[in-house]
């Protein structure tokens, strides 16, 4: 299966901002992120298909995991 991996602010750092990667069936959302080399803790915001979700979501073949880090300013 393929998924639209869309990342955003320093995510992508050295990595790509929209990139379709090949995963086997029943990958989450977690193991997506490990396999990019970004610790667990740092998605702030994690979205699939345009609603909010968690990191053990399971995606589907086609889906749109968007990644955002915790984001500080002031």
């Known amino acids: 299966m393929h ?3 869309r990342l955003h602010g320093s995510f ?5 901002r929209e990139e379709l990667r ?3 069936e029943g990958t989450t ?3 997506v992120v490990l396999d990019l080399d ?11 298909n345009d609603e909010r979700a968690t990191l053990d979501r399971v995606l589907r ?3 749109l995991l968007a990644l955002f880090p ?5």
Request: aromatic share 6%; net charge negative; hydrophobic share 50%.
């Open 22 to 24: 090949p995963y086997p």
């Open 61 to 63: 073949d086609g889906d």
């Open 29 to 31: 959302a977690a193991q």
């Open 12 to 16: 992508r750092v050295g990595r790509f």
């Open 3 to 5: 998924i639209v991996v």
């Open 38 to 48: 970004i610790p667990l803790n740092q998605p702030d915001i994690v979205i699939v």
């Open 70 to 74: 915790l984001v500080a300013g002031g």
